[in-house]
């Protein structure tokens, strides 16, 4: 059974910073991820995708959070991190780590990140 699990969410006033973590534990399984990515959902929103990183090391951003926010992972790709610099306020959502291997894709439970203006 594969679970991700997020931490480092929480309330952050408007230009501050916040790095959230993403864990995969496989107990039996062992799957070798191809991509690891971050996605947020704000209330009334569809889900959007903020950030992802390849095995290859291969990063893409989302176009709100480019410059801002950096995505990295470890190299076993077990655990991937999202720093996030110069919050603002429509930054507030719930984020979601998310892994993939072809059509075997894994969502952790959400961790919320508020900002207040």
């Known amino acids: 059974q594969v679970q991700l699990e997020e931490s480092g969410g929480g309330l952050v006033e408007a230009g501050g910073s916040l790095k959230l973590s993403c864990t995969a534990t496989?107990?039996?399984?062992?799957?070798?991820?191809?991509?690891l990515a971050w996605y947020r959902q704000a209330p009334g929103k569809q889900r959007e995708l903020v950030a992802s990183?390849?095995?290859?090391?291969?990063?893409t951003y989302g176009d709100a959070v480019k410059g801002r926010f950096t995505i990295s992972r470890t190299s076993a790709m077990t655990t991937t991190f999202l720093q996030m610099n110069s919050l603002k306020a429509e930054d507030t959502a719930v984020y979601y780590c998310?892994?993939?291997?072809?059509?075997?894709?894994?969502w952790g439970q959400g961790t919320q990140v508020t900002v207040s203006s």
């Open positions: 998310n892994a993939a291997r072809g059509s075997l894709i894994y």
């Open positions: 496989y107990g039996i399984d062992t799957i070798n991820f191809n991509v």
């Open positions: 990183i390849t095995r290859g090391g291969s990063k």
